[in-house]
């Protein structure tokens, strides 16, 4: 009697042994299938190099390219974008301008030489792949030595403009648009029709904006 219950209790000990090993076994099994599925999701993602070149992905057919080298004409041509409907694209300087370049008390910076030269044309960075899309461009720009930037010379003259409107925007301290609206159509490469063009405020509303381009027949 004493041998038939210490078997009995040897045959419980070996079931209840079996049960923890598989269970314990299971418990691996899960642990390992859960490091498979975060390690799937971890793996590093595929990155694309990030191009120089601009193409707005829209079906617009106004474009709005600015220049501004301190932020003035940026805050304009957004708000004009904005009041259109229209495309926005910056121009980019290769050698970005500094508030030295920018002093025009002294003869020997950088933009002072540049707008001393006719022939300078600054390096662009950027590149509009589809520029045909566009049936309007309004080139937006800061007045610099009562002139526009001479790297928006090396815009105009970048592409063909044949069968679009133009039309020259501004921002200024205080000068008007002057002649450098008439000095871009003289650069102009192709059959373009420009339309005058205009001084606003940086703060310059997208009432007043739409007004504008409204009253010389160009809207969106």
């Known amino acids: 009697m004493g041998n038939r219950w210490i078997n009995l209790e040897g045959l419980h000990m070996k079931k209840l042994f079996t049960v923890l090993t598989m269970f314990v076994a299971a418990l691996l099994m899960t642990a390992c299938g859960g490091n498979t599925a975060q390690d799937t999701k971890a793996a590093p993602a595929k990155t694309e190099t990030a191009s120089t070149q601009t193409t707005p992905a829209t079906d617009s057919k106004t474009l709005i390219v600015y220049f501004s080298a301190q932020g003035h004409t940026k805050q304009l041509a957004e708000t004009t974008s904005k009041a259109l409907g229209a495309d926005l694209v910056e121009i980019v300087s290769k050698e970005p301008y500094t508030a ?7 003869k020997t910076t950088r933009a002072t030489v540049e707008q001393n030269n006719p022939a300078a044309r600054p390096a662009i960075a950027n590149k509009i792949e589809n520029m045909a899309q566009y049936n309007t461009v309004i080139i937006a720009y800061p007045i610099w030595w009562a002139q526009e930037p ?17 039309v020259p925007i501004c921002t200024s301290g205080g000068s008007d648009i002057g002649r450098s609206g008439e000095a ?17 405020a940086p703060t310059a ?16």
């Open 100 to 106: 030295h370049d920018l002093d025009y008390n002294d």
């Open 205 to 220: 509303s997208a009432d007043e904006i739409a007004d504008y381009f409204k009253s010389i027949g160009v809207t969106q």
């Open 184 to 200: 871009l159509a003289a650069l102009t490469t192709g059959a373009a029709t420009w339309k005058d063009g205009k001084r606003f």
């Open 150 to 166: 001479r790297i928006v010379d090396t815009f105009v003259e970048s592409y063909d403009f044949t069968g679009k409107t133009l």
